[in-house]
């Protein structure tokens, strides 16, 4: 059944009063409608095109679990105008084939059809790709609903892939045709094509995957046959997308993990949106697997439910075809007898909100523990790339460094560089092991030393031996430690007094310049470091010392830029009788510029002043600004009239424009005020 070729004019019409700014024709659907507008507050237009991302990585569970597949899709639309594409979680394609060669080489044209170009909404438009992720269900777009001019003459169905265990979106299969060839064939065919890769993503799981997914099933019925209540109303197995917004499924899969990997019974309330509390409630699972289950009960939405309200769907588990495929058993598609069907809840009286319930995990604590161990050190990662090097100042980078490890990591951190590095120099092999410390965080009432103290690190510290390897160093119990304790035994004694009681030390080096060492101290609060933290703590000493060193550099070229252009202004004013002059230079904050001053003594008792700047900031501008200074102060002495001498100056700038044609700071020179207005600057100084 082909879509009615005058729905796609009436389409083509809102589509094009949209894109003026007017309001969009009737009929648009609400998530198109939606999709336009994100696409338009982020800038895009309709001629743009897929943009490619680099290539992707191919060989993963889900390229492997969707090759043949594809492959017998691709036999099933050869010979027409169809494309079948996979894309990852983020719309990137990882396999694009076509029934016509025709068909490929259009895509090649319309902006990409090869892996690594990417259907993400924000970067191209509003696809079925685009549209399936952002809804995260399977998404129509056709015609003229598309965004982009290029894929107006297409129809395309897509249909999000799920790993089969967790639930979480991993790629999208998108089928698309011309319009007028559009048949709900094909949104068959992807259904069946979806179901058929994870259904194989499935069988590539372990022997424990399966007996945790068992687990999952089973403690899914018994929750679906055991009843909660509290004179309340109950829906068993609501799903969370009807009631949770995307910060609410977040703080809920956290606290999830956590009571996994703690692997006891446990039930603790976690506030979500709406004012409302939801329960999560964990027990130990012993049937197939020793693992601990974890259930959320929340309460329907401040709002009331209305009557007319469809029935909440039974509990939504991984689809019945996929497990029974792989021999697992099938969750039930009817709700058991005697669960209460949905009521109208009062806005008024909060006791007849009906309370939803569901399964929302099954884990094993030990795999619990290194997830969310992972997760959190990836969010350190994360959050130490937004805020470390946010300035080009060394002593503030490497506060940053202290203030991010700190609240996530370590008790307390200490960064210590070599005194040459605040300068914006790179250290000397005299000083190697006297440092300067430059940033400490944690150490409220710990006898560390302060910022700005001079450090010299005994050679058999940890600081020092990892300076001296290169490597990080950990001493997990520093009480057992004898060399730490060398650098100051008084000092040393007092900190294990406080608790802390283990270190890791890290280099800090970039582009193979030494810069300085960073201590990172676990207390009594904390347990102590582990190998992993080890590789943890490198890699945020990595990302820091790179913005360190840039900072470095900045300061180096900064104050290079500051000393030329302080030795190129008047260092005197010439004596002359003609007027009285006074100045007084403040540079730009922002950096070095090119602005200048000039007192010239000229025949016939005359004065020539004069004030240029140059556009840009740094080294080039400040040399700029010199050679200028200089042309001036030649043509002055010619006694040239101040016209001639400004078109002199100018015709001296175009060739150095010409010269330096691809550096900034030139081209932006060229752009000197008209000549009137120096002849009047000049004129009035004479």
């Not at 799920?162 to 999208?172: D, Q």
Request: charged share 25%; net charge negative; hydrophobic share 45%.
């Amino acid at each position: 059944m082909a879509r009615d070729g005058r729905s796609d004019d009436v389409m083509a019409r809102s589509r094009e009063s949209f894109l003026a700014g007017g309001p969009a024709v009737a009929g648009v659907r609400s998530e198109i409608l939606s999709s336009w507008s994100r696409c338009q507050s982020l800038g895009l237009i309709p001629s743009l095109g897929t943009t490619y991302l680099g290539e992707p990585d191919l060989d993963t569970e889900l390229v492997h679990a969707a090759e043949p597949v594809l492959d017998e899709l691709a036999v099933a639309i050869s010979g027409t105008w169809s494309t079948v594409i996979l894309t990852d979680a983020e719309g990137v394609i990882l396999r694009c084939l076509a029934g016509e060669p025709e068909m490929t080489r259009y895509l090649d044209t319309a902006g990409g059809g090869a892996p690594g170009f990417s259907f993400h909404e924000s970067l191209g438009g509003t696809t079925s790709i685009g549209l399936a992720l952002a809804e995260r269900r399977a998404s129509r777009v056709y015609g003229h609903e598309h965004f982009a001019d290029a894929w107006t003459v297409q129809a395309c169905v897509a249909e999000p892939v799920h790993e089969p265990l967790s639930g979480r979106l991993i790629g999208v299969v998108d089928l698309a045709t011309q319009l007028s060839e559009f048949t709900l064939t094909l949104e068959t065919m992807a259904a069946k094509a979806v179901r058929a890769i994870e259904r194989r993503l499935l069988e590539q799981k372990t022997d424990r995957e399966r007996s945790l997914l068992r687990a999952y099933m089973q403690t899914a019925r018994r929750v679906q046959e055991t009843g909660f209540t509290d004179g309340r109303p109950v829906v068993v197995g609501a799903p969370a997308e009807d009631l949770l917004t995307g910060a609410d499924r977040l703080i809920l899969e956290e606290k999830t993990a956590r009571l996994i990997a703690s692997g006891r019974r446990a039930a603790i309330e976690v506030p979500v949106s709406g004012g409302r509390v939801a329960t999560l409630m964990a027990r130990p699972v012993a049937d197939v697997c020793e693992g601990v289950a974890v259930e959320v009960i929340v309460p329907a939405h401040r709002a009331p439910v209305s009557a007319e309200r469809t029935p909440a769907s039974p509990l939504t588990v991984p689809r019945t075809d996929a497990l029974e495929t792989a021999g697992l058993p099938g969750a039930r598609r009817d709700p058991p007898t005697g669960v209460p069907a949905p009521t109208t809840a009062s806005s008024t009286e909060a006791s007849e909100r009906p309370l939803h319930r569901w399964l929302l995990a099954v884990g094993e604590p030990g795999v619990g523990r290194l997830a969310l161990a992972a997760r959190r050190r990836l969010e350190l990662l994360r959050e130490s790339s937004r805020r470390i090097g946010t300035t080009l100042d060394v002593v503030r980078t490497a506060e940053e460094l202290a203030e991010v490890v700190v609240e996530n990591f370590a008790d307390v951190v200490t960064v210590d560089l070599y005194p040459a590095v605040l300068r914006g120099d790179e250290p000397s092999a005299a000083g190697a092991l006297l440092m300067q410390r430059a940033a400490v965080a944690g150490a409220e009432g710990l006898p560390f030393c302060g910022v700005d103290e001079q450090i010299g690190f005994a050679p058999t510290t940890l600081h020092a031996q990892c300076l001296a390897s290169g490597s990080p160093a950990m001493e997990a119990d520093l009480q057992a430690s004898r060399c730490w304790a060398t650098q100051d035994p008084v000092r040393a004694w007092k900190i294990l007094d406080r608790g802390v009681h283990s270190l890791i030390t890290v280099p800090l080096s970039a582009r193979g310049v030494p810069l300085g060492v960073a201590g990172f101290y676990r207390s009594r609060r904390s347990a102590p470091f582990e190998d992993d933290d080890v590789s943890l703590a490198a890699e945020l000493v990595a990302f820091a010392s790179l913005c360190i060193d840039n900072a470095r550099r900045y300061t180096r070229e900064h104050a290079t830029a500051l000393a030329l252009q302080r030795s190129l202004l008047p260092q005197d004013l010439p004596e002359q009788n003609v007027l009285e002059v006074a100045y007084r230079y403040l540079p730009a904050h922002t950096g070095v510029s090119g602005d200048w001053f000039d007192v010239i003594p000229l025949s016939g008792a005359r004065i020539a002043l004069v004030v240029g700047d140059v556009v840009g900031h740094g080294l080039h501008a400040a040399a700029t600004m010199g050679r200028l200074r200089t042309a001036v102060d030649n043509f002055a002495s010619f006694e040239l009239t101040p016209d001639e001498l400004l078109t002199r100056l100018d015709d001296l700038v175009a060739r150095m424009a010409r010269e330096e044609s691809s550096t900034d700071a030139f081209i932006g020179a060229r752009t000197w005020p008209p000549a009137t207005d120096w002849n009047h600057l000049v004129a009035a100084a004479s």
